[in-house]
């Protein structure tokens, strides 16, 4: 993460306490979504509309923190920051917030499920960050349950 941190700069982020502490949830959360976007080896169109939707409708973003956190997910993927670091900095910076601990799980299993495919890899690594979070996995599968459809099993018949 320290690797990250110094290869972006401070971008949007003002150089007080405040604003360090906000990059420092910025970059963590987006080195985030790139490492589950990249987990299953292909990066969806739909895994990057969503994020593009959300960087504008859910997080609002203006010109120059899209342009960063455009930046911030190509770099953490140049670095190949752990996750376990992304979330403990994440964790950290929001220690007095943990209502954003499950934003983010929530963030996370939305882009896992843009495409409809919810791979191994995604699953592991949404049960790391969930961990790490220190939710169990039940908090993670009613996360998930928000955006499943539970449609009637198909019987394989025409009916």
Not at 115 to 121: I, T
Request: hydrophobic share 40%.
């Amino acid at each position: 993460m320290k690797k990250l941190m110094s290869v972006l700069g401070a971008g949007p982020f003002s150089e007080t306490e405040q604003g360090e502490v906000q990059r420092v949830v910025f970059v963590s959360t987006f080195g985030l979504i790139a490492r589950l976007v990249a987990s299953d080896g292909d990066m969806g169109k739909k895994e990057l509309i969503l994020v593009d939707q959300l960087m504008k409708q859910t997080m609002k973003l203006d010109d120059a923190k899209r342009k960063f956190a455009t930046k911030v997910f190509n770099e953490s993927r140049k670095i190949d920051v752990p996750v376990e670091s992304l979330v403990i900095a994440y964790r950290e910076a929001l220690a007095d917030k943990p209502k954003m601990y499950e934003w983010l799980l929530d963030i996370l299993v939305r882009l896992s499920l843009a495409d409809e495919v919810l791979v191994a890899e995604e699953e592991s690594l949404l049960l790391q960050v969930c961990k790490l979070l220190g939710f169990n996995e039940h908090k993670l599968t009613e996360i998930q349950s928000r955006y499943i459809s539970k449609s009637p099993e198909k019987t394989g018949k025409d009916e």
